[in-house]
């Protein structure tokens, strides 16, 4: 999988938000919401290929998720994936 | 007006408008969808708008202007102004009308956006239009009164 090019996070309060600057413009009506570790996330899987193992390792890396089953965090992982999906944010799978 | 139709973001105004002011100090537009109906008939709840940064001289009578005033945030169209402050009105309004001193103002509307159709707010046919919409608030807060007196009847 790969992100599309060109977006960024950006934190507005206490909401991630992705936007896609253009050129001298910076678009906010249309914009979406991530929370802290999806932003952080999408931080870390942008411009490079991916794979579902790698975005559940690099979150057990950071975060203290021993408490969470591999499952649980496999299973949220493909939420993220079918979110990013669904609004056109990934350009391969 | 920091709500949104197409994605999500739901953040109060005094947040979102704070992050307007820091992108368009940095020289860049902002577009946005617009939370609201006063700048009726000209501009509606869902629109979107351009904002630019402004300088002095684009300050102009009929021109839309985003400024924080002392009820919030505001998007209304210039109705006067002088040296230090600028008066805004919202179409849609029958009476009130901000002051607004020049250092409150964030930016002004280079164009609008209503269904993707793109609406010239600039232009001498809108500004005229909107003019002389704001010239006939008396008649229309008239007009207002007497509906009013006749549904209470």
New interface residues.
Partial sequence: MRLKEGLTV?K????Y?IVA?EQ??????????LNETAAWLWEKLEHEDFELDHMIQLVRDRYDVESISTQQLEEDMKDLINFFKQNGLLISE | MSQ?????????NN??FK??KE?LSS???????INGNSMRPFLSHGD?V?ISPHNYNDLKIGKIILAKSKFGYVLHRLVWKNNTKIWLAGDNNLVQIEEIEIKDILGFVKYAESNKERINVQSFVHITLSMLWFILRPLRLFIYKIKVLLRLK
């Fill in positions: 950006r507005i309060g206490e909401d938000v600057p001298g413009m910076l678009d906010l009506s249309k914009v979406y919401s | 949104n139709l197409e994605g999500t973001l739901r953040v109060a947040i979102f992050e307007v992108i020289g860049k537009d902002v577009l946005f969808t979107k351009l």
